[in-house]
């Protein structure tokens, strides 16, 4: 029987640089350039559909609860999604 380690932790600055490769990636606009400040729906096109299968992504990629919908209607820019991933992982590691 083999010994399984836990995951290694993600620093802040890797957490924030795959939440915005997973919405660059996700964007539906081509082209974009990404930034903290892009807004999701005004920059990068997203809408509705899109919204709800890049919080899947990230949520599967970070193993994350859902998202409730008064939360996600506050979320407008790359960095508000940052903030919540990185908020979220600390409560949940205890950090």
Same mark, same amino acid.
């Given at each position: 029987?083999? *010994?399984? %380690?836990?995951? +290694? #932790?993600? @620093?802040? *600055? *890797? !957490?924030?640089? @795959?939440? /915005? ?8 606009? &081509? ?8 807004? =999701? !729906? ?6 509705? =559909?899109?919204?709800?299968?890049? /919080?899947? +992504? !990230? ?5 994350? &609860?859902?998202?409730? *919908?008064? %939360?996600? #209607?506050?979320? @407008?820019?790359? $960095? +508000?999604? $940052?903030? =919540?991933?990185?908020? #979220? =992982? /600390? &409560?949940?590691?205890?950090?």
């Amino acid at each position: 029987m083999t *010994e399984q %380690t836990a995951p +290694a #932790r993600r @620093t802040e *600055e *890797e !957490i924030r640089a @795959t939440v /915005a490769a997973i919405i660059s990636d996700m964007a539906p606009k &081509d082209g974009v350039v990404v930034t903290a400040g892009s807004h =999701l !729906i005004k920059d990068l096109g997203y809408h509705s =559909l899109a919204l709800m299968e890049v /919080a899947f +992504a !990230i949520e599967d990629e970070f193993d994350l &609860d859902p998202i409730d *919908e008064d %939360t996600a #209607r506050k979320i @407008t820019t790359v $960095q +508000a999604v $940052q903030d =919540l991933v990185v908020q #979220r =992982l /600390a &409560d949940r590691d205890g950090s």
